[in-house]
């Protein structure tokens, strides 16, 4: 990003004569290098720093500006052709905000914009008939970047077309002939300053070829269907299939799709529906999906042109394909962009090769789409426009709520106990070394005597600041050390550890705690031994076998930690999140001791609470109590929820106060239509109040309150538009009410999360308090860590790198076990198929208000994290995937067969059920055969065993 900065400067001070000087610069056109030297022109008159965040918004300016005169062609083909004047609105609206778009200009501040347009003013004009126009902006293009070249061919179809349709021939020839000078005319303009007269052609042959053969791989990072079949960064020397290589399987793709630009000119020309614009928009998308040396960045024009087309045509699989290529292009380009300068720059890895092979067949599939509506419409003049939509009436008024009934009572409540027996079993064990040797920020010794020859120390360290135990021998001999730190806390670990019956040891403990030691013979017995004070106090509390049972695992090391600490009025260690999550872990903690069913209750409690939760918030939803009940069923039965409730970390319970929030402000919206402002207190208050327990619990809170505050909004408005009478004292109850709730009760909500800091120091104050958010801030905000289970949101969609949280050492072998938290594959695939109709019925204007709703929440959950540069894993989806789930059951109760509705259900809770109890063992570090375990990694990203 900056080079672009100094070259605009050096083009706008030096001049373009000694530009090419340096080598670097070669591999770029002039025309090019003239945008940027816009970009340095309008610095320096502006007089901005070179620094200065200014000039990188001057480097996205031009491009953006671009992008928005696009989005105004669409807007003005739409309405010239049979496009309504909504939908012209919704897809100009599109092209403006296209998140292809905005990415590639406004975060990596590339200049596609300002190459696409003059395509796109290319083709429009051809689609006109206005040939010397439309070869002069095809040479603006061809200027400013060589892929021009690639819509060459479409160029050459219509000037052929217009000769074969022209009776005045020798006037069609010279059209031709004069479009073809015209299209020459900007990049020779371009250059010669650059290079002079004499050099100017050869100079710039040499310029196009050199950059068209720069790179010989069979994909460069483009997602297609090269990507697809496992071509990115393969040579084109390399052989794919049956000794063809890579560059001869590219060249066939080219010259088939040119054969069907061919054959649909031709047919389209005879039978009257010729379109340059569709034939533009499958060509340049054909070439990209299937020819070699694409660039990731080579299918913007193409998308852009495929938006127009569907502009013109009013073609519901044109405006298909032009959004699947815009998310599917979106995601090319920020995984591209994300991985940049990682370990994994090159894709090698097992999720970004992942997410490169489905992203490129899900690209194929758009790209098929796009050519069955151009053999349709070419062949036959057919199209497929979107349904009417239906005359604008006054909303109906929402239907009441059903009656609970007890039999649905007793469900509900029978759902939740099954639920709670199914997490709770074997969570983890009630007992646990209670009392340690505590040498913090001191030195203790112990002498222990084993009654019997020993083979292993089993130690159970607690709270360790940077500490150390040393095991010496009468002698002074050191037998056995071990670091004792953060990683280290309320885990029993086995050691290595000769020690002959009678021989007494001394045990050092420096500046932590260590709670209880155990020998063990060759058989594995425990041995008795003597002394020890506190470190063989509590040897009934010994396991008989070392698992996540009795031991910490991943990031309980931090929050279960502190859990202990605020309840004992320690130094915390944890405090890159808010406390209440922590705060609720110690509850646990002291109603059953610290032990590992201890610090995962509370977290496994709200996990459990979480299926009636979605039950009724999904009943409120859809007013179907069947759908509800479905929807407890697919919650208690996911894989996400299961292991992330019975891990003693804090995003249970900010999913749990996020769904909660939603639930009450579903409420206040249908109260509000139904019964004014002043009846829907009480789901405003406990909203709020829901939204300031979530904020506590953890930041991500505080995404859901953008999409609370947009229904808040957006429902004052809806009841504005009822016209009734009082509205305005409404508006005033609200505005108070607004700033009451979600304001200041979250707000003491969050300073009343830190009372165990207060208890701990008396003298903590609101500037302690405020240092603790400038340094979470501090930390989220600057963090570089790595993980290898780290992954991006893009991935989370599809659940393809799960985080490994667990992994047994201390099973025979031939048997594995582990815990992973990974995606529940019915609620967030079929969710996400949920969401994209949803999404789909409320762009073509068939949409409701509760599918809208539903899209806010999941957006403004998951949208964030599309913009964070830190380490991300996917149980960062896991408040977004509620709203996959709320999605699911929306359409589910939206379908006209009622009773296909119920057997789709019916298989989605079947499938449910079969696919968690085969991945149980997985998700509870159940031990089971080493084939078992191998089976359930069925994509290469998984890894978890």
């Known amino acids: 990003m900056s080079c672009f900065v100094a070259w605009g400067d050096k083009l706008a001070a030096e001049g373009p004569a000694a530009f090419y000087s340096e080598g670097y610069f070669a591999d770029y056109p002039p025309g090019y290098l003239w945008v940027l030297g816009l970009v340095g022109a309008i610095r320096a008159a502006l007089h901005i720093a070179y620094e200065s965040k200014w000039t990188y918004f001057l480097l996205a300016l031009v491009p953006s500006l671009c992008d928005c005169a696009g989005a105004a062609l669409v807007y003005t083909t739409a309405r010239r052709g049979r496009v309504g004047e909504h939908m012209a609105l919704v897809l100009a609206a599109f092209t403006a905000f ?194 070699h040396c694409m660039h990731e960045r080579y299918m913007v024009p193409g998308v852009l042109l495929t938006l127009l087309a569907a502009a013109h045509w009013d073609d519901i699989r044109l405006y298909a394909a032009g959004v699947g290529l815009s998310l599917t292009g979106f995601i090319n380009l920020a995984t591209v962009y994300s991985l940049t300068g990682s370990d994994d720059e090159w894709l090698t890895s ?155 040891l001394t045990v050092t403990v420096q500046n932590a705690q260590l709670f209880e030691l155990a020998f063990r013979d060759a058989a594995g017995q425990l041995v008795p031994a003597a002394g020890g004070g506190a470190l063989l106090d509590e040897q009934a509390a010994v396991p008989d076998t070392i698992s996540q049972l009795n031991s910490m695992y991943f990031d309980e090391i931090y929050h279960g930690r502190t859990g202990y600490e605020q309840l004992h009025k320690m130094p915390v260690y944890e405090t890159t999140h808010p406390p209440l999550g922590k705060d609720l872990i110690m509850v646990g903690i002291a109603m059953f001791g610290m032990t590992g069913f201890g610090w995962r209750f509370s977290g496994t409690l709200f996990g459990v609470l979480l299926v009636p939760l979605a039950w009724c918030f999904v009943r409120r939803l859809t007013r179907k109590p069947w759908v509800a009940a479905v929807s407890g069923v697919l919650l208690a039965l996911d894989f996400m929820r299961f292991s992330q409730s019975r891990l003693a970390t804090i995003d249970v319970y900010g999913t749990f106060f996020i769904l909660l929030g ?201 949208i964030p994290w599309m913009l964070v540069s830190r380490c991300t894993f996917l149980y960062h989806y896991f408040p977004s995937s509620m709203f996959c789930l709320a999605a699911l059951a929306l359409v589910l109760a939206r379908m006209k067969r009622r009773d296909w509705a119920r057997r789709i259900a019916g298989g989605l809770c079947v499938a449910a059920a079969v696919l968690f109890v085969l991945y149980y063992p997985a998700l509870s570090g159940l031990p089971i055969p080493a084939w078992w375990a191998d089976a359930l990694e069925v994509l290469p990203s998984f890894g978890f065993y």
């Open 98 to 291: 296209n998140p292809l778009l905005l990415f590639d200009t406004g975060v990596w501040k590339q200049i596609d914009g300002a190459f696409a347009l003059p395509l796109l003013l290319c083709f429009l004009l051809l689609e006109q008939r206005r040939y010397l126009p439309a070869a002069v902006w095809f040479g603006v293009a061809l200027a400013i970047k060589p892929q021009a070249l690639l819509f060459g061919p479409v160029l050459a179809a219509c000037y052929l077309a217009a000769i074969a349709l022209e009776e005045d021939k020798p006037r069609a020839f010279g059209r031709c002939f004069g479009g073809a000078a015209l299209a020459l005319l900007p990049p020779l303009a371009a250059g010669l300053p650059f290079f002079g007269i004499a050099q100017l052609l050869p100079k710039l042959v040499e310029k196009y070829t050199g950059t068209m053969s720069g790179y010989p791989y069979a994909t460069i990072n483009a997602f297609n269907w090269m990507a697809a079949l496992g071509g990115n960064w393969k040579g084109l020397e390399e052989t794919v299939l049956l000794g063809i290589t890579w560059q001869q399987l590219g060249w066939f793709n080219i010259l088939l799709v040119t054969a069907g630009l061919a054959y649909f000119a031709v047919r389209s020309a005879r039978g009257g529906s010729f379109s340059p614009l569709l034939l533009a928009a499958y060509y340049g998308i054909g070439v990209f999906t299937l020819a």
């Open 350 to 504: 097992a999720t970004s090769s992942t997410v490169a092979i489905l992203t490129g067949l899900v690209e194929t599939v758009c790209f098929v789409l796009l050519l069955f509506a151009m053999w349709d419409i070419t062949r036959h003049g057919h199209t497929l426009p979107l349904p009417e939509r239906e005359p604008e009436q006054s909303p109906p008024q929402p239907a009441a709520q059903p009656k609970w009934t007890r039999r649905e009572v007793g469900a509900l409540l029978a759902l939740t106990a099954a639920t709670a027996v199914l997490s709770f079993a074997c969570l983890g064990s009630r007992t646990a070394p209670q009392n340690p040797l505590d040498a913090t920020d001191t030195v203790l010794t112990e002498t222990v005597t084993p009654q019997g020859d020993a083979i292993s120390l089993w130690v159970y360290p607690g709270i360790s600041f940077g500490g150390s135990m040393t095991v010496t021998d009468a002698a002074g001999n050191v037998v056995f050390e071990k670091e004792l730190n953060y990683g280290t806390c309320f885990s029993w670990t086995a050691n290595d550890v000769a020690a002959a019956s009678g021989q007494p």
């Open 662 to 862: 939603a639930y009450f402000m579903l409420w206040y919206c249908q109260q509000v239509l139904t019964a004014g402002v002043d009846s829907a207190l009480l789901p405003m208050a406990l909203g709020g109040l829901a939204f300031g327990l979530g904020c506590a619990a953890k930041w991500t809170g505080i995404y859901a309150g953008a999409g609370l505050a947009v229904l808040y909004l957006g429902v004052l408005y809806a009841r504005w538009r009822q016209k009734q009478p009082g509205f305005w004292a409404e508006f005033r109850t609200a505005a108070v009410g607004g700033v009451l709730f979600y304001v200041l009760l979250p707000l003491c909500i969050y300073i009343a999360s830190y009372l165990p800091y207060w208890w701990r120091n008396p003298s903590f104050s609101l500037g302690d308090w405020w240092q603790c958010q400038v340094s979470m801030y501090s930390y989220h905000s600057t963090l570089q860590a790595t993980h290898p289970f780290e992954s991006r949101w893009y991935t989370w969609l599809l659940g393809l790198r799960p985080v490994w949280y667990y992994r047994n050492g201390y099973l025979p072998y031939g048997t594995k076990a582990s815990i992973v938290g990974m995606a529940g594959p019915v609620i967030w695939l079929a969710g996400l198929a949920a969401l994209v109709g949803l999404l789909w019925r409320q762009v073509s204007g068939r949409g409701s208000r509760q599918g809208a709703g539903v899209l806010i929440l999941y957006g403004t959950q998951l």
